[in-house]
Structure formats: C-alpha cells, structure tokens
T-cell receptor, first 109, second 114 residues
C-alpha cells in the first residue's frame, strides 16, 4: 500500500529564516510526486510535479527535490504570505493521489 | 480559463437527508476525482471518473455513496441518508491526462450534518 509521511507536522519560522519540509514515501512504481499548498478553507493549489530521483523544480522562494525515498520542499527567505499547509502526494499504480497529512507552516514577520 | 468549480460551497443537512455535491472540471479536462478531508486528517481518495464511466471507486464507502459524470453536465457526488460522520470537506479535482498528470482542485464543499 502506498504511504506518505510528512514532517514536521508544524513549523514556525521567522521571516527570512530558510528551512526544509520533508516528505517520505513508499510506493510501487512512482509515476509522480506532487506538492500542493493549501490555505485555510480553500482547495489545494498545485505547486510541483517530480517524476524521477534527482529531479528539482523551483518557483519563487520554493524548491522541490526528489530522491528514491523522499522529497524535500526547501523554502528560502520565507515571507508571511508563505504561511499555509503544504501537502505532498504520490501517484503509484493507480490514478489516485495518496496524500500525507501535511506540514503547517507559519512565517512570523 | 476558469478553474474547477464546485457547488454548493457549504451544505447543511440533517441526519437522514440526502446531499448532492456538484463539480465542473476545468475546460478540456476529462478526468475527475473526488477526495474527502476529515478534520485533522489528510485528503483521502474516493472515486475517479471519466465521462459516463466510473474508473476506480476503491475509496468509496460501500453504502450510501455514489458518483456519476454524465455526458453532459457536472460530476455529482451523492450521499444518501447522511450521518454525522459524513461531515467533512469534499474536494473535486480534474486532470487533462492520466499517469503523472497533475490534478487541479476546486474550492471544496463543506458538508455539515446536524
């Protein structure tokens, strides 16, 4: 059974304090690893798709990386508007996405 | 290009009533997925549909829940005889392709059963 574990559950940073979120996964036949951002009361917003180990993608202050067992979401010099819950999901042998419980990020000014 | 649309955004039902949740995928997307998010839990897959076909319903409860995606009109998630445990946020997502294609989510319908 495909599984995703995200850590930490919650993270508080000061504005400008860089850090990383972890997503560990087990999946049979990875077809894609996805990162989403979810704000309170809203639907998940797509950020990145990674397909193979060694792949990296960037968007503004966010950079996602992938190994055979985990993915990291690096946040460089975060701002208060980066505060949200970040979700990781994998797609394996079927079309469904299997999600982790997320990391709630708070960036204080 | 409008995103995934869901309605209603909020729905209150009494125990035993029926709930109907609607989802219109993004233009050009033919793959629709429904997920449920319970308080303090992650998103859980329920069902995957293409036009007029249920492809994977492995996450759907065996009783009271059904889904359809007709040739014309939105996808519908139907919950009969709702119970308090059905209270959750229900999200619809659509994708232009399978096998690694990203899924774009709607704003969700928040169902409250009283």
């Amino acid at each position: 059974e495909d599984q995703v574990t995200q850590s930490p559950e919650a993270l508080r940073l000061q504005e400008g304090e860089s850090s990383s979120l972890n997503c560990s996964y087990t999946v049979s036949g990875l077809r894609g690893l996805f990162w989403y951002r979810q704000d309170p009361g809203k639907g998940p917003e797509f950020l990145f798709t990674l397909y193979s180990a060694g792949e990296e993608k960037e968007k503004e202050r966010l950079k996602a990386t992938l190994t055979k067992k985990e993915s990291f979401l690096h946040i460089t010099a975060p701002k208060p508007e980066d505060s949200a819950t970040y979700l990781c999901a994998v797609q394996g042998g079927s079309e469904k996405l299997v999600f982790g419980k997320g990391t709630k990020l708070t960036v204080n000014p | 290009n409008a995103g995934v649309m869901q309605n209603p955004r909020h729905l209150v039902r009494r125990r035993g009533q029926e709930a109907r949740l609607r989802c219109s995928p993004m233009k050009g997307h033919s793959h629709v997925y429904w997920y449920r998010q319970l308080p303090e839990e992650g998103l859980k897959f329920m069902v995957y549909l293409q036009k007029e076909n249920i492809i994977d319903e492995s996450g759907m409860p065996k009783e009271r829940f059904s889904a359809e995606f007709p040739k014309e009109g939105p996808s519908i998630l139907r919950i009969q005889q709702v119970v308090r445990g059905d209270s959750a946020a229900y999200f619809c997502a659509s994708s232009p392709r399978t096998s690694g294609g990203e899924q774009y989510f709607g704003p969700g319908t928040r169902l409250t059963v009283t």
